[in-house]
């Protein structure tokens, strides 16, 4: 490390001192906002006390992730948190495009592991006493994803973890570079809208939709704007909560998923706690959370897919860049028609 890196990053973590003790409950992500800087060059102030930073070798880390027993999976984007518990079981890491999946009934996770570049082990102390995780980030410093410990979770087993994963490099700083901006939409008289629309009638899976997306060349809310209306139905930006209510009212299972550049995560059951409280719209279950930041949310669509088991539902949300941050499906595997109380529930949503 030159001379002036330790310095800025001394200069950091002093400044990160002295707002923690004005702002004792803020956490560390936003702190880093306030502080201008991303939550990865933050958490990374702290490797040598409670903070060790990983080896890259993301992949055969997840093969090991199992061994810490019942954890709780952490995955957000700037609007919604969500938090599911289980185990990591089932790693499926050779996949095409360097994706890699849990497909299990707590952890399920679609992971796209060129967007995993900074991995730490951290300790932090809290009321409820250590709070120990493996903390993930993408190339800027952005956090990708999250797995903490809980109390009962084999701790011996996470200590192993941590020492099998150090990295030769505890230096306080993090090498990161800048994303690459995100393409803007190629204007819509470019697009053969006739030739999406007919492609989208002809859709046999949910999955061929995001191919139908790069063969047409066409953003996803774009897409929404010039399908069928038949097939998508803009509903209030906050029909989420109204959605939420009811399906724990009706006890109708649902499919909650939320992702970043890094990992979409999904909870797949019932919901049953809805709270509102200050600004927050949460799902507080035993083994799953949920968090949406009412003032973020910019949008939402009711939106209908054709597949061979028949029409598939979902609750698409956009925050207010017009970026999909959350969907919202009945209970459903391939092969099996969409259940009849998620398609009345969401004729209800759009009727109200």
Same mark, same amino acid.
């Given at each position: 490390?030159?001379?002036?890196?330790? =310095?800025?990053?001394?200069?950091?973590?002093?400044?990160?001192?002295?707002?923690?003790?004005?702002?004792?409950? #803020?956490?560390?992500?936003?702190?880093?906002? %306030?502080?201008?800087?991303?939550?990865?060059?933050?958490?990374?102030?702290?490797?040598? @006390?409670?903070?060790?930073?990983?080896?890259?070798? *993301? %992949?055969?880390? +997840?093969?090991? +992730?199992?061994?810490?027993?019942?954890?709780?999976?952490?995955?957000?984007?700037?609007?919604? #948190?969500?938090?599911?518990?289980? &185990?990591?079981?089932?790693?499926?890491?050779?996949?095409?495009?360097?994706?890699?999946?849990?497909?299990?009934?707590?952890?399920?996770?679609?992971?796209?592991?060129?967007?995993?570049?900074?991995?730490?082990?951290?300790?932090?102390?809290?009321?409820?006493?250590?709070?120990?995780?493996? !903390?993930?980030?993408?190339?800027?410093?952005?956090?990708?994803?999250? &797995?903490?410990?809980?109390?009962?979770?084999?701790?011996?087993?996470?200590? %192993? +973890?941590? @020492? =099998?994963?150090?990295?030769?490099? !505890?230096?306080? $700083?993090?090498?990161?570079?800048? =994303?690459?901006?995100?393409?803007?939409?190629?204007?819509?008289?470019?697009?053969?809208?006739? /030739?999406?629309?007919?492609?989208?009638?002809?859709?046999?899976?949910?999955?061929?939709?995001?191919?139908?997306?790069?063969?047409?060349?066409?953003?996803?809310?774009?897409?929404?704007?010039?399908?069928?209306?038949?097939?998508? $139905?803009?509903?209030?930006?906050?029909?989420?909560?109204?959605?939420?209510?009811?399906?724990?009212?009706?006890?109708?299972?649902?499919?909650?998923?939320?992702?970043?550049?890094?990992?979409?995560?999904?909870? $797949?059951?019932?919901?049953?706690? #809805?709270? @509102?409280?200050?600004?927050? *719209?949460?799902?507080?279950?035993?083994?799953?959370?949920?968090?949406?930041? !009412?003032?973020?949310?910019?949008?939402?669509?009711?939106?209908?897919?054709? $597949?061979?088991?028949?029409? &598939?539902?979902? +609750?698409?949300?956009?925050? %207010?860049?017009?970026?999909?941050?959350?969907?919202?499906? /009945? =209970?459903?595997?391939?092969?099996?028609?969409?259940?009849?109380?998620?398609?009345?529930?969401?004729?209800?949503?759009?009727?109200?």
């Amino acid at each position: 490390m030159n001379t002036a890196t330790e =310095k800025t990053q001394t200069n950091l973590k002093e400044r990160y001192i002295e707002f923690k003790k004005e702002n004792p409950k #803020v956490r560390i992500k936003d702190a880093a906002e %306030k502080l201008g800087v991303s939550e990865g060059e933050l958490l990374a102030t702290s490797v040598g @006390e409670n903070v060790v930073k990983l080896k890259d070798n *993301f %992949k055969e880390l +997840l093969h090991d +992730l199992h061994t810490l027993g019942y954890v709780m999976a952490l995955t957000r984007n700037d609007e919604i #948190v969500h938090e599911r518990k289980g &185990v990591y079981e089932n790693a499926q890491t050779e996949m095409p495009h360097g994706m890699a999946l849990f497909v299990n009934p707590d952890i399920d996770l679609r992971i796209f592991t060129k967007c995993w570049h900074h991995g730490f082990a951290a300790e932090v102390e809290n009321p409820r006493g250590t709070l120990r995780s493996i !903390q993930i980030f993408d190339q800027d410093g952005t956090a990708v994803h999250k &797995v903490y410990l809980t109390d009962k979770s084999d701790l011996s087993a996470y200590e %192993k +973890l941590v @020492e =099998k994963y150090k990295s030769e490099d !505890q230096t306080t $700083t993090l090498e990161m570079t800048t =994303k690459p901006e995100k393409k803007a939409d190629r204007p819509d008289s470019e697009i053969d809208v006739e /030739g999406f629309r007919k492609a989208w009638e002809e859709m046999k899976d949910t999955h061929d939709f995001f191919p139908m997306l790069g063969k047409f060349k066409v953003g996803r809310k774009q897409a929404l704007r010039l399908a069928d209306e038949k097939f998508v $139905t803009e509903v209030p930006a906050d029909s989420y909560k109204w959605l939420l209510e009811k399906a724990s009212e009706r006890q109708v299972p649902i499919m909650v998923f939320v992702g970043n550049d890094g990992i979409i995560q999904i909870h $797949t059951g019932e919901v049953e706690k #809805v709270v @509102e409280a200050r600004g927050w *719209f949460n799902v507080l279950d035993e083994k799953f959370n949920l968090h949406i930041n !009412q003032e973020e949310i910019g949008s939402a669509y009711v939106v209908r897919k054709p $597949t061979e088991d028949g029409i &598939v539902t979902s +609750l698409e949300l956009f925050n %207010k860049k017009d970026k999909d941050i959350a969907l919202f499906f /009945g =209970k459903r595997k391939p092969g099996i028609p969409e259940r009849e109380d998620w398609r009345e529930l969401i004729a209800d949503l759009e009727n109200r």
